[in-house]
């Protein structure tokens, strides 16, 4: 672990005395929707980063500190460079376009500090970071503060990704929220859509369209299946619409946007994925960090049902959110999405505390019918990783490690299964209304119910293996 570092913590040292300054450290201002919350400041020559909030933040009577993992009072958490540094790099996209983000930019992405300097103005939930004294935003000209996105220029570069980026509009970066697939984030106002140039305005909308792997084909159609499916169970799950433009795109609803009543400006509401609430760094996103080689496997460091579940001493409400965290779990397995992992599930934070938020992210991995794609989910269930594993003595584990009576899990696999039966004619129709391929929508549905049911029938004697197994550890 790298040496704390107090004196950047504390706002002292050479470096934030008005008499020398330190041209190797970057000071980055954190904002909460509009109000300046800290500093973040990255040394280049220690490469060490601290975290200081701002007395002002906290006369604010709804001040509170930016995730669990970076409470205002820890002042240990604050310089410890790795604890901060995870925090503000789950921030950041991945994969493809991050990569093409660092290349037109020139910045390393092992850069944190740089690259949220320059992606820092439109993240997910409320924080916006801009180097230290710059303006919130550069208008085109004056007065222009919504760029149009037509149907059909979204068309086009959809079809041309592979010569025309996705992460790139007018020369600027049009994306900086977290994930792998292709996005676009828009302000969505009466049906039309925009980029924003202004600091009052956000995106309200992700736009996902197919991927260009073609091990993913049908994704857009799974994704809407598998949420509309969420929500008709018991699991919240962000509001979906699927749309042709011709091409297929699932448009989702950002549940950390509040757009004002006359349009004209948008609330950013604050919420921290997993790995930020644990403190974690994106590569423990999941619980078998390194991989599922016979080798490493064993290796169980990263995220985890049981510290997702641990969290509930920071809920507002830790008997609803052990409910919703225990059915979200339940249809992971349900419909085997085995990228169920710890960056794919979200909380709003306040001065309350956490609340957890809509799900999102949701596919059926079988639906794809590739070799090419793991079966193992993300996070264990006891110590099974995938479906055929998983029997009533690992749901026991669970329900140990994760501190739920064996009576509410099994109770909620049960329902959950008796919910899919009941809905399956109303998805189907919901599908069919949407020209979604009756194929597609069976196979995740017979899939989902046949894993529920069987499921279900080894739950049934749950309580009495968890009484002779675990009840004398309790």
């Not at 330190?22 to 400041?41: K, P």
């Not at 320059?118 to 230290?132: E, H, M, P, Q, T």
């Not at 297929?248 to 609330?267: G, K, Q, T, Y």
């Not at 899919?420 to 998805?427: F, N, V, Y």
């Amino acid at each position: 672990m790298p040496a704390k570092n107090t004196a950047l913590a504390r706002g002292k040292g050479p470096m934030s005395t008005a008499s020398t300054v330190d041209e190797s450290v970057l000071e980055l201002e954190v904002c909460l929707q509009d109000q300046s919350v800290g500093s973040l400041l990255y040394s280049s020559a220690n490469n060490e980063y601290s975290f200081r909030y701002s007395p002002s933040w906290f006369e604010m009577p709804t001040a509170h500190g930016l995730s669990p993992s970076l409470q205002p009072e820890d002042s240990a958490a604050l310089s410890n460079s790795a604890l901060v540094k995870n925090f503000f790099e789950n921030l950041l996209p991945e994969g493809r376009a991050l990569e093409e983000i660092c290349a037109n930019r020139q910045i390393s992405k092992a850069n944190v500090a740089g690259l949220l300097a320059n992606l820092g103005l439109d993240l997910a939930g409320a924080v916006s970071i801009k180097v230290k004294g710059s303006k919130d935003a550069i208008l085109d000209e004056p007065g222009d503060r919504l760029r149009p996105v037509s149907q059909q220029e979204l068309s086009e570069r959809i079809r041309n990704r592979s010569h025309s980026s996705l992460t790139y509009w007018d020369g600027k970066v049009r994306l900086s929220v977290a994930g792998y697939q292709d996005k676009v984030v828009v302000f969505e106002r009466e049906g039309d859509w925009y980029f924003s140039n202004s600091p009052e305005i956000s995106s309200t909308v992700i736009i996902k369209p197919e991927p260009v792997n073609p091990m993913m084909a049908g994704a857009v159609y799974n994704e809407f299946v598998c949420m509309r499916l969420a929500d008709m169970v018991g699991v919240p799950a962000a509001t979906v619409r699927l749309e042709r433009i011709p091409e297929p795109i699932l448009i989702v609803d950002r549940f950390d946007r509040e757009v004002s009543a006359d349009n004209e400006s948008v609330r950013r509401i604050h919420v921290v994925d997993g790995c930020q609430a644990l403190g974690l760094p994106v590569t423990s996103k999941y619980e078998r960090l390194y991989g599922n080689n016979k080798d490493v496997s064993h290796i169980r460091d990263g995220a985890s049902l049981p510290l997702l579940f641990g969290l509930r001493r920071h809920s507002t409400a830790p008997i609803v959110d052990d409910l919703k965290l225990l059915r979200w779990t339940i249809f992971q397995v349900l419909i085997c999405n085995t990228d169920a992992h710890a960056k794919n599930i979200s909380y709003f934070y306040d001065e309350g505390g956490l609340r957890l938020a809509p799900t999102y992210d949701l596919l059926c991995a079988p639906a794809f019918n590739n070799e090419g794609l793991v079966d193992d989910f993300a996070m264990g269930i006891g110590d099974a990783f995938t479906t055929q594993d998983l029997n009533v003595y690992e749901w026991a584990d669970f329900c140990f490690r994760c501190q739920l009576t064996p009576q509410l899990v099994a109770k909620e696999i049960k329902s959950m299964t008796k919910k899919l039966h009941e809905k399956s004619s109303e998805m189907l129709r919901i599908a069919r209304d949407h020209d979604v391929p009756a194929s597609l929508t069976d196979f995740i549905l017979q899939y989902a119910i046949e894993v529920g049911e069987a499921q279900s029938k080894g739950v049934s004697s749950l309580t009495s293996v968890y009484r002779d197994e675990y009840k004398r550890k309790s």
